[in-house]
């Protein structure tokens, strides 16, 4: 987790390598699926309204996402994990990465967030809808 905020601090909006600003968001994944198995956390949404983690999704939105010429080329997963970070933190933006995934939705992270028993791809959906419909209310 450090390594991934320190990293992230050192890389330049737009640049190159700032596809690696999405590191954090798998960190945060991880993190919050070890500590759900281990019973640390039970209610999920406030794992996801930390400033700190806030501060990595926007990083990786605002300088990583905005800046990409055709977001539809980049990998699925680290837009997969864009969209997830934004919706669950209750960030902007995700109804743009949702354009970009198009219909390709990636096994992580929402089988790794969702509960037991439920299908990920119906969480991939409703995270999208919930999305597209912020979008339509801020018009």
């Known amino acids: 987790m450090d390594f991934t905020r320190w990293l992230a601090s ?3 909006p737009g640049s190159s390598e700032s596809v690696l600003l999405a590191l954090p ?7 919050f699926r070890l500590r759900r198995v281990g019973g640390q956390i039970a209610a999920g949404l406030r794992y996801w309204q930390d400033e700190q983690i806030h501060h990595y999704v926007a990083l990786a939105r605002d300088a990583w996402f905005a800046y990409l010429p055709d977001p539809t080329e980049s990998s699925l997963l680290d837009l997969n994990h864009l969209a997830f970070a934004l919706t669950a933190c209750g960030l902007p933006g995700a109804a743009d990465v949702f354009d970009a995934i198009g219909p390709f939705a990636t096994p992580a992270p929402w089988r790794q967030m969702g509960e037991a028993g439920r299908y990920w791809q119906d ?8 999305a597209a419909k912020g979008r339509l209310s801020r018009r």
């Open 10 to 12: 050192q890389l330049k």
């Open 25 to 31: 968001l798998y960190a945060y994944v991880e993190v």
């Open 123 to 130: 969480d991939f959906v409703r995270a999208r809808d919930y």
